[in-house]
């Protein structure tokens, strides 16, 4: 059975980091796509980051997320810098069962994690 776990969100001031974590357990996505989703209170679930054979970010992101992944660990990260009021949602991790490409769509993702919340005090 294909798990991930989120981890290492929290409550950070404005201007701060955060670092998130996705450990993947009953298979080995060493080669698949991950990628990042975030809800916001009474908003749809929106892309964040991806990564496969390429790195993808949402607009409001770039310059200030990296993602990144572990292959030996399993595990996928979202580095968070400069963290602003209005990046605050529920933080949510995705794989793809196959493929190359780390693509925006939430429906190109078979996995998903349970969320871990991250609240940007201003």
């Known amino acids: 059975q294909v798990q991930l776990v989120e981890s290492g969100g929290g409550l950070v001031q404005a201007g701060g980091s955060l670092r998130l974590s996705c450990a993947a357990s009953g298979r080995t996505f060493s080669s698949a796509p991950m990628g990042w989703f975030r809800q916001a209170p009474g908003k749809e679930r929106e892309f964040v980051a991806a990564?496969?054979?390429?790195?993808n970010y949402a607009d409001s992101v770039k310059g200030r997320f990296t993602i990144s992944r572990d292959n030996a660990k399993n595990t996928v990260y979202l580095q968070m810098n400069s963290l602003k009021p209005e990046d605050t949602a529920v933080y949510y991790c995705?794989?793809?069962?196959?493929?190359?490409?780390?693509?925006?769509?939430?429906?190109?993702?078979?996995?998903w994690g349970q969320g871990t919340q991250v609240t940007v005090s201003s």
């Open positions: 990564i496969g054979v390429n790195t």
């Open positions: 995705a794989a793809r069962r196959s493929g190359s490409f780390g693509s925006s769509r939430g429906d190109a993702y078979d996995y």
